[in-house]
Structure formats: structure tokens, C-alpha cells
């Protein structure tokens, strides 16, 4: 029996545009050699920047593209925490982001999650207590782990409190483009009157994983400073790749490959609803209006007991604890990207039998 994976936040190779990116890595070959095979500048793929320039109404000088936007999270960690110093998390939150920090010695504040979006109040009360961060990081849309989504008055808040308290608000925004449902909302970053925000993104959740290719936009100085760490990192980025975005982008199959990620999600999303609706009807979750993730609580179940019974069972998923600081004994995080609708309805079965075998 074949395990089913609610583990992995990657769109399974269906609903990858395979041939357009075929076609883009020819275009990228015969239009642009010398830039696409040569080293490039730290920057990124200079038609790729001033693309994304483009998108977000800001300046190329404000852009830097990278190997994944994991990569832009990893360098702008190394230039604005420094051990000891007090940045803001949500919780839940990424688990990479909990590691990078962790490893920076930063003094972590993890604020409650709700389904809007992160408690801006607790934050305030932090805020008021004398902390001073130097970042916090928010994951405004479908975040990861919870899948949910930060509301509008709440991202006016944010920005009011990063100027007042004069923090870097790193807008970590993936999944921006992955809504199927529901009105999409402004970027704190296209509101940012005081050069406050710092916004990253990636072409992993519209394209492929594969390509590893993510970008920051932000104040220049802080751009530029950044630019200097990854000059000393690599010399240039993978230019090959950022070539084949840029391709890509400015062909226009961007735009369809979104519309078939989202409606293949929303099928995904749709048919997880209705299993665990129908398998584990005591389950707490709300559905997500994008993006690949569902954080779900089961009252009075042991997820660190569950875990390996769901394993026997021939399904897997990742433990709510994993995104946390303390405490998700009794939560998980579902990703519905990576699995068909029928391994989904057949994988919430055997997760339900597994509950039932631990009581």
C-alpha cells in the first residue's frame, strides 16, 4: 500500500505547465545566450528584475531576485537580526522560518494566529511592554501552516505599528497569486508610505518548485545592503533559471498557468472539506480561500501518538507542534497541493481509521 503524503507544500507534476516551460527555456536559449548561460550580476536576471519592477509599480533598484525565496528570507535574516535581538513570529508559523531564526539566536515572540490573521492587539500589548523588534514576520496570504488569510484592517494595522515602533514588516507572500475564492487584497508593501515593508515572493507555487527562483522587493538602502551579502554568497544567482521565469512571464503563460493552479487547488481543497466532513466530523478547520495548506485541530487526540498510526495506516501529515514554539498536541497541518482529489477523500479515510485505532 502506497502511502498518501499530506506533508510536502508542492503542486504535484499535473498541474505543472511542462510544455510552456519547455517553451520558455527555448525562447530564454536562442533569444538571450550570453545572459542566460553567463554569470550574472548579485541582483538577479536583469530583464527578470525590471519585470517584477514592473508588478509591484516600484523601481528595479528596489528588486532583488534569488535561488528560491527561501534564499531571500535567508539573507535578509542575516542582515537585520543579530543574536539577541527581539523579532515577532505568528503561531503557528513556517517551520524553516522558527529554524533560521532559532539558529540566528533571536529572541522569538510567537503571536497568536487567528483566522484573520495574526492578534494585532497582542502585538500592540507586546509593543507597549518596551519590546522592540527588528522584524516580524508575517505570512499575509494562506499562510503557512494555517492557511489563513490576514484581513485588510488588520495589514493597516501592521503598517501603523511598524512606523510607530519603527520595525521591519517582512511581508512573506508565496501564495498571493494561489486564491481560487474570494476578493484579493492589497499588498502592505503597495500601502507602504513610510519604507517600512520588505516583500518577498516566489515562482514555486505558479510555475514549478523546481525552477527555485524568489525575489525581495524593498527599500533600496536595504536592497542594496542585501545585494552586497549576496554578491559575497554566489557572485550571481542561477541565471539559466531566472532566465527561463522572465521567458516565461513575459509570454503571457504566466497568467494561464495561475488560472489552472487555482482551479486544480480549489478541487483539492474542495474534496478535503468533504472528507473530513464525512470521516472526522469532530475536526475544527477552516477552509482556506487559497493556497496549499489546512491547519486542522482534533479535540482530544494525541497528534504525537497519531502520527505513527497514521503511518501504519499508509498516511502522512506534519505535526502542528512542528510550527510552533509550545504547545499543538492536538493539531496538523494538511497540504492538499501535491495529491489528487481521490488520494485525498481515500487518505482523510485512513486518517480517520487511525484516529479510530488509538481509542
Same mark, same amino acid.
Given at each position: ?6 506533508t510536502? !507544500?508542492? /503542486? ?10 519547455r ?6 536559449f536562442?533569444?538571450?545566450p550570453?545572459g542566460?548561460?553567463?554569470y550574472?550580476?548579485?541582483?538577479? &536576471?536583469v530583464p ?10 516600484v523601481?528595479?533598484?528596489?528588486v ?13 535574516f542575516e ?5 539577541g535581538?527581539d523579532? %515577532?513570529?505568528?503561531?503557528p508559523t &513556517?517551520d ?10 533571536a529572541?522569538?515572540h ?19 511592554s ?9 505570512? /499575509? ?6 492557511? &489563513? ?7 493597516a494595522?501592521?503598517l501603523?505599528l ?10 512573506d507572500d508565496? &501564495? ?15 500601502q507602504?508610505?513610510?519604507e ?5 515572493s ?8 523546481g525552477?527555485r527562483? !524568489?525575489y525581495l522587493?524593498? /527599500?533600496k538602502a536595504i536592497?542594496k545592503? +542585501?545585494?552586497?551579502?549576496a ?7 542561477n541565471?539559466?533559471?531566472q ?6 512571464c513575459?509570454s503571457?503563460r ?6 489552472n493552479?487555482?482551479?486544480a ?11 473530513l466532513q464525512?470521516?472526522?466530523p469532530?475536526a475544527?478547520f ?5 493556497g496549499?495548506?489546512?491547519? %486542522?485541530?482534533?479535540p482530544?487526540?494525541s497528534?504525537e ?11 502522512e501529515?506534519?505535526?502542528?507542534s512542528?510550527?510552533l ?15 489528487t482529489?481521490e488520494? +485525498? ?8 481509521a ?6
Amino acid at each position: 500500500m502506497a502511502s498518501i503524503l499530506f506533508t510536502r !507544500g508542492a /503542486p504535484s507534476l499535473d498541474i505543472i505547465d511542462q510544455e510552456g516551460l519547455r517553451e520558455a527555456a527555448q525562447k530564454a536559449f536562442t533569444d538571450d545566450p550570453g545572459g542566460t548561460f553567463a554569470y550574472g550580476t548579485s541582483v538577479g &536576471y536583469v530583464p527578470l528584475r525590471a519585470w517584477i519592477a514592473e508588478q509591484h509599480g516600484v523601481e528595479p533598484e528596489q528588486v532583488l531576485v534569488t535561488n528560491g525565496s527561501m534564499q531571500a528570507d535567508a539573507f535578509l535574516f542575516e542582515l537585520l537580526v543579530q543574536p539577541g535581538d527581539d523579532v %515577532v513570529v505568528e503561531a503557528p508559523t &513556517y517551520d524553516r522560518t522558527l529554524l533560521n531564526l532559532r539558529q540566528r539566536g533571536a529572541k522569538i515572540h510567537a503571536i497568536e494566529l487567528e483566522t484573520d490573521g495574526i492578534n494585532v492587539d497582542a502585538l500592540e500589548e507586546l509593543l507597549e511592554s518596551g519590546v522592540r523588534p527588528s522584524l516580524a514576520h508575517i505570512i /499575509p496570504n494562506f499562510q503557512n501552516p494555517a492557511g &489563513y488569510t490576514l484581513s485588510e484592517a488588520k495589514r493597516a494595522r501592521l503598517l501603523d505599528l511598524a512606523a510607530k515602533s519603527d520595525f521591519v514588516l517582512f511581508e512573506d507572500d508565496p &501564495y498571493i497569486k494561489v486564491r481560487f475564492e474570494g476578493e484579493a487584497l492589497p499588498t502592505m508593501l503597495s500601502q507602504d508610505s513610510n519604507e517600512k515593508v520588505v516583500y518577498a515572493s516566489s515562482f514555486s507555487k505558479t510555475m514549478a518548485p523546481g525552477i527555485r527562483c !524568489g525575489y525581495l522587493v524593498g /527599500p533600496k538602502a536595504i536592497i542594496k545592503k +542585501i545585494q552586497d551579502i549576496a554578491t559575497t554568497t554566489y557572485i550571481s544567482p542561477n541565471m539559466v533559471a531566472q532566465s527561463i521565469v522572465n521567458s516565461y512571464c513575459r509570454s503571457g503563460r504566466i497568467d494561464e498557468s495561475v488560472v489552472n493552479v487555482q482551479k486544480a487547488l480549489r478541487a483539492r481543497r474542495d474534496a478535503l472539506v468533504a472528507a473530513l466532513q464525512r470521516e472526522l466530523p469532530e475536526a475544527v478547520f477552516t477552509a482556506p480561500q487559497g493556497g496549499y495548506f489546512m491547519w %486542522v485541530e482534533l479535540p482530544g487526540v494525541s497528534i504525537e501518538k497519531l502520527a505513527p498510526a497514521a503511518k501504519e495506516h499508509g498516511v502522512e501529515f506534519v505535526k502542528g507542534s512542528d510550527f510552533l514554539l509550545e504547545g499543538g498536541d492536538n493539531e496538523l497541518r494538511l497540504a492538499f497541493s501535491g495529491v489528487t482529489p481521490e488520494q +485525498i477523500d481515500e487518505g482523510v479515510t485512513r486518517l480517520a481509521a487511525a484516529v479510530r485505532s488509538l481509542s
